[in-house]
């Protein structure tokens, strides 16, 4: 709201230096980027979505599953691990010179183009998982109807396939842009500016918080406008999928064509997670066989499990609440309350962070004065000063995460049990707590893992709002890279992609067992 509120109270002399100076460039390049990230994903994901359903060939059972992995990477990981490999002085521009002459010269990667592939590469799947979705439901019956009246089945595929999965398409690309929207380590580490970077720079740089509260007010009608197009999607994909007319039949592939179909998945997964994990890989091996890793990556590592785990236990309790409040009295004011409490995923880290330290600030410095004379000495900023503020930013990031997962496994209980529990005397709280939780254990445990590994790689909120001295694996990560110390960033890059592995292994998993039984 802080945020909302200078958009429609702006500062006019703010706007126009804003307007001479950067602001033209940075809406044009941010929404170029959203642009570029869209058609790319939409283009990757859908293909090797309609491949994997459509088709077999050699490994497509594995590579099915494999293609969801590059989610657990972010994309300030994949960025300048393909920095520290394809810059001048790395490996394989050094291996091309000694190979084929000194005249040899790779594009370069600190570009429009080089931001827009890399966030194409780990955003993908959003689209992938989608649209194989909707086009597992949409079954064969309308893929052979339409070859049935003379097309083919790539004819058939754009003609009658596609425009039924619109909805879920349009959905997954939204997704995506807002990731691309939200995105600060990626557009830092290759110099492209861009709204979410401009808020950090003006913020810390330049010191001018009213003009980085304007930014993010342009970056927050952006964020606003991707969340209206997904809604929307999202309504009209129910009707889609709802009609399901039996599986979809794959093709046996053969021959040449069975081996491109591999390769193509083959190239997207290794260029998007194996080529990157391996280059990390081999950095903190060589890191660490050296006894260089750095005396603070204990700490760091400390220090970022227990923000992770604050977080995700207070979004977990607080989205129970909400869950079980909605089910026990599903009216319109509780269900607004939950709806306005998972908007905060749709907003990018820096709006957040604004947003949220703004009203702690004049918080603090109201309530700083009384507490001292209370306490007889002075305690300092008590919100923004500690690890509070930058908790309560995690927490409206992130608790759609959690309420989405706790409100899916509280809607699968029967309400005859509610029912029985009241009959029997037992009050809700004791509901809850004997029966609800038992039985939703998993969900939100799964909950409580994907709220943990978002806050690991969250880094725009954790940049702007960390009190003095505070430092995540994250911040080091960017710190590192900023300086172009790509082997000594790689230990702490890793320990943030194996968390992320956790939750992406355990959707492989669950998906596994949906299609087992």
């Known amino acids: 709201m802080a945020v909302l509120s200078s958009l429609l109270t702006p500062a006019g002399e703010v706007w126009a230096h804003l307007w001479r100076t950067q602001l033209p460039e940075l809406i044009g390049n941010t929404a170029l980027l959203l642009l570029a990230v869209g058609a790319g994903t939409l283009v990757v994901g859908t293909g090797l979505a309609w491949l994997v359903v459509s088709y077999r060939f050699p490994g497509a059972g594995i590579l099915e599953g494999a293609l969801i992995v590059p989610l657990a990477i972010p994309a300030y990981v994949v960025g300048f691990a393909f920095l520290g490999m394809l810059e001048f002085s790395g490996p394989v521009q050094t291996a091309l010179r ?104 003006v913020w810390y740089g330049m010191f001018d918080r009213p003009a980085a509260t304007q930014l993010a007010s342009i970056l927050l009608l952006f964020a606003l406008t991707l969340l209206v197009l997904e809604r929307a999607s999202r309504g009209r994909a129910r009707f889609t999928q709802a009609q399901r007319r039996g599986e979809m039949i794959p093709v046996t592939l053969t021959g040449w064509r069975a081996g491109a179909a591999t390769a193509v998945c083959l190239a997207v997964l290794g260029l998007a997670f194996l080529l990157p994990v391996g280059q990390l890989a081999l950095w903190a091996t060589r890191t660490i066989a050296a006894g260089q890793v750095a005396p603070t990556f204990g700490r760091l590592l400390a220090t970022t499990l227990w923000l992770a785990g604050a977080a995700s236990i207070a979004a977990g309790l607080l989205a129970v609440v909400l869950a079980y409040a909605g089910r026990l009295e599903p009216a319109r004011p509780i269900r607004f309350a939950a709806q306005f409490a998972s908007m905060g995923y749709a907003l990018p880290g820096a709006v957040i962070a604004v947003g949220v330290l703004l009203p702690l600030s004049w918080l603090d410095h109201a309530v700083a004065p009384l507490v001292d004379r209370l306490t007889g000495r002075p305690t300092g900023l008590l919100l923004t000063g500690s690890a509070a503020g930058l908790l309560f930013a995690y927490l409206v990031r992130f608790l759609a995460v959690s309420l989405q997962t706790v409100e899916a496994s509280l809607g699968k209980i029967p309400a005859s049990l509610d029912d029985a529990a009241r009959s029997l005397g037992a009050a809700a709280g004791a509901t809850l707590r004997r029966i609800h939780l038992p039985l939703m254990r998993g969900g939100l445990v799964t909950a409580l893992i994907l709220v943990f590994v978002e806050t690991m790689k969250e880094m725009p909120a954790t940049l702007l709002l960390r009190p003095f001295g505070l430092n995540t694996l994250a911040i080091d990560v960017w710190e590192r890279t900023s300086e172009a110390m790509w082997q000594e960033a790689a230990v702490p890059a890793l320990a943030i992609v194996v968390a992320g592995l956790v939750p992406v292994l355990l959707t492989l998993r669950l998906s596994g067992r949906r299609r087992g039984s």
């Open 98 to 201: 000694a190979w084929l002459g000194e005249w040899v010269r790779l594009p370069e990667l600190r570009s429009f183009g080089g931001v827009a592939l890399m966030m194409t590469l780990v955003f993908y799947p959003y689209v992938y998982l989608l649209a194989r979705a909707a086009f597992r439901e949409q079954g064969t019956a309308t893929l052979e109807t339409a070859r049935s009246l003379g097309r083919s089945r790539l004819r058939a595929f754009l003609e009658v396939t596609l425009p039924m999965a619109r909805p879920s398409l349009a959905a997954g690309v939204s997704l995506a842009m807002m990731e691309a929207l939200a995105d600060f380590g990626t557009v830092a580490t290759f110099g492209y500016r861009t709204l979410t970077e401009a808020i950090y720079r």
